[in-house]
Nanobody, 129 residues
Framework: QVQLVESGGGLVQPGGSLRLSCAVS????????IGWFRQAPGKEREAIAC????????YYADSVKGRFTISGDNAKNTVYLQMNSLKAEDTAVYHC??????????????????????WGQGTLVTVSS
């Protein structure tokens, strides 16, 4: 059974950092792309970062480029999202998701969001002083 479980959310002050984790079970990271999405109250869901662990392809949304870093640990079957220089507008529920295996993981990572089908439950990140 494919399962993704996020952790690491919480309350942080503007300018601070958090690292989110996405623990994956039921498949290996090498076979699929993993992405991070976020959804803030009243806003549309936004794909912010994706990675293909098979070749290292990554994608970042302009809103997080230079501040967030996505990485994968194949030994732990876990994908991380390191978030630095956090802003109030980063406040949202963050979900990780895996692609459905219909295209190569490199394609799924590059077209972040289009092919992601299996979702975790989300973790809340609040950036506030």
């Amino acid at each position: 059974q494919v399962q993704l479980v996020e952790s690491g959310g919480g309350l942080v002050q503007p300018g601070g950092s958090l690292r989110l984790s996405c623990a994956v079970s039921g498949f290996t990271l090498d076979d699929y792309a993993i992405g991070w999405f976020r959804q803030a109250p009243g806003k549309e869901r936004e794909a912010i970062a994706c990675i293909s662990s098979s070749d290292g392809t990554t994608y970042y949304a302009d809103s997080v480029k230079g501040r967030f870093t996505i990485s994968g640990d194949n030994a732990k079957n876990t994908v991380y999202l390191q978030m630095n220089s956090l802003k109030a507008e980063d406040t949202a529920v963050y979900h990780c998701a895996a692609d459905g295996g219909h295209v190569p993981s490199t394609v799924a990572a590059r077209d972040c969001g289009t092919y992601l089908e299996v979702w975790g439950q989300g973790t809340l990140v609040t950036v506030s002083s």
